[in-house]
T-cell receptor, first 112, second 110 residues
Framework: GDSVTQMEGPVTLSEEAFLTINCTYT??????LFWYVQYPGEGLQLLLK?????DKGSNKGFEATYRKETTSFHLEKGSVQVSDSAVYFC???????????FGDGTTLTVKP | ETGVTQTPRHLVMGMTNKKSLKCEQH?????MYWYKQSAKKPLELMFV???????ENNSVPSRFSPECPNSSHLFLHLHTLQPEDSALYLC?????????FGPGTRLTVT
């Protein structure tokens, strides 16, 4: 079956540091890939997405590139802020089955 | 603002109570989901409804009973819960490949 493996947390960074959260996947067919973010006390929100190989999703300074050859979708941000502290989930939707699979989530804490 | 609302936001119930969680989506989507999110555990998909038909039930105990009366509303009826059922219950909807989540109901079973 489909699976998503993301970097274990928690991750703690200082403000303005560079962020990478690794995500790799296993899926049949051609999945769409997503990063969701969950701020404290809230539900998950879509952060960015990519629907085909070599697509780059971006939003709020975050980026991720769909790499089919390495089955990866790593999340990056050049300079994190305290307000980026949240839990980040990598996910895929298998377009054949219409089913979504989520990673376990990575908790990011950014300190001033 | 996600277009998916959940009520109540917080619920405390005893093991013998019966309560219901409500989810409403204002996005015109045709699929709705219930997830359970427990501390230090992965997100667990509980139920999936597509066009008001249940298409997935991931071995959820019968003390959880979903209901989807129309494409905009989804309920989760709860009865005879256990303390380990305490968690954040998230509702989501979708039309394409991405899902839109509500803020969740924080459930505590005493």
């Amino acid at each position: 079956g489909d699976s998503v493996t993301q970097m274990e947390g928690p991750v703690t960074l200082s403000e303005e540091a560079f962020l990478t959260i690794n995500c790799t996947y296993t899926a049949t067919g051609y999945p769409s890939l997503f990063w969701y973010v969950q701020y404290p006390g809230e539900g998950l929100q879509l952060l960015l997405k990519a629907t085909k190989a070599d697509d780059k999703g971006s939003n709020k300074g975050f980026e991720a590139t769909y790499r089919k050859e390495t089955t990866s979708f790593h999340l990056e941000k050049g300079s994190v802020q305290v307000s980026d502290s949240a839990v980040y989930f990598c996910a895929l939707t298998n377009t054949n089955a219409g089913k979504s699979t989520f990673g376990d989530g990575t908790t990011l804490t950014v300190k001033p | 603002e996600t277009g998916v609302t959940q009520t109540p936001r917080h619920l405390v119930m005893g093991m013998t109570n019966k309560k219901s969680l409500k989810c409403e989506q204002h996005l015109g989507h045709n699929a709705m989901y219930w997830y359970k999110q427990s501390a230090k555990k992965p997100l667990e998909l509980m139920f999936v409804y597509s066009l008001e038909e249940r298409v997935e039930n991931n071995s959820v105990p019968s003390r959880f009973s979903p209901e989807c009366p129309n494409s905009s509303h989804l309920f989760l009826h709860l009865h005879t819960l256990q303390p380990e059922d305490s968690a954040l219950y998230l509702c989501a909807s979708s039309q394409g490949h991405e899902q839109y989540f509500g803020p969740g109901t924080r459930l505590t079973v005493t």
